[in-house]
């Protein structure tokens, strides 16, 4: 089982709707969550940080975590096609300072 | 603003060869790490280090090497090149404060033939 899950994708999404992007992962312990965005032949960029259970509300963006459940989401709210990119889900466990990535869902926003 | 750099954005080698890929920082940061990125397999950790000399293996080390002699540079080295490492490496660097973001490089694009 892969430490930290996510669909592949493509996700398409309408311009202005929602999108809803969510990744698992099998480490209970894990104590930080990341959303990092990567444009085609970019580098990652980080979105959204979360550290405990609920919303963290930035913008447009939101993350929500459930650590009984293990999972953690973004919501892109009016989505754009600027929004068009892969999303990666990060998690850090213990007091390493690694974290592991999925795989990234790739969302594609539709004009 | 944090700015990674990394020594060449293509690269192409031959089996066999040895390769550096050198990568800098200008932030102070204690953290570096070395990633490969395939398609299909998301960002693999190869090494990071948390300081000067220190290195800890990632999840995939076999075929590399690491080195850090300051804090501001990071470099990762293929003894001997082969075409399974061809591959988009990324570099990135963060604070030593658990749950810091990690900055990351443009990423170079190696082949090897």
């Known amino acids: 089982q892969k430490e930290v899950e996510q669909n592949s994708g493509p996700l398409s999404v309408p311009e202005g709707a929602i999108a809803s992007l969510n990744c698992t992962y099998s480490?209970?312990?894990?104590?930080?969550f990341f959303w990092y965005r990567q444009y085609s032949g970019k580098s990652p960029e980080l979105i959204m940080s979360?550290?405990?259970?609920g919303d963290k509300e930035d913008g447009r963006f939101t993350a929500q975590l459930n650590k009984a459940s293990q999972y953690v989401s973004l919501l892109i709210r009016d989505s754009q096609p600027s929004d068009s990119a892969t999303y990666l889900c990060?998690?850090?466990?213990?007091?390493?300072?690694?974290?592991?990535f999925g795989t990234g869902t790739k969302l594609q926003v539709i004009p | 603003d944090v700015k990674v750099t990394q020594s060449s954005r293509y690269l192409v080698k031959r089996t066999g060869e040895k390769v550096f890929l050198e990568c800098v920082q200008d932030?102070?940061?204690?953290?570096m790490f070395w990633y490969r990125q395939d398609p299909g397999l998301g960002l693999r950790l190869i090494y990071f280090?948390?300081?000067?000399?220190?290195?800890e293996k990632g999840d995939i080390p076999e075929g590399y090497s690491v080195s850090r002699e300051k804090k501001e540079r990071f470099s990762l080295i293929l003894e001997s090149a082969s075409t399974n490492q061809t591959s988009m490496y990324l570099c990135?660097?963060?604070?030593?404060?658990?749950?810091?973001?990690?900055?990351f490089g443009p990423g170079t694009r190696l082949l090897v033939l």
């Open positions: 990135a660097s963060s604070l030593r404060t658990s749950g810091e973001t990690q900055y």
């Open positions: 480490d209970r312990v894990s104590q930080s």
């Open positions: 979360i550290y405990s259970n």
């Open positions: 990060a998690v850090r466990s213990g007091g390493y300072q690694k974290v592991t």
């Open positions: 932030m102070d940061h204690e953290n």
């Open positions: 280090s948390y300081d000067v000399k220190m290195k």
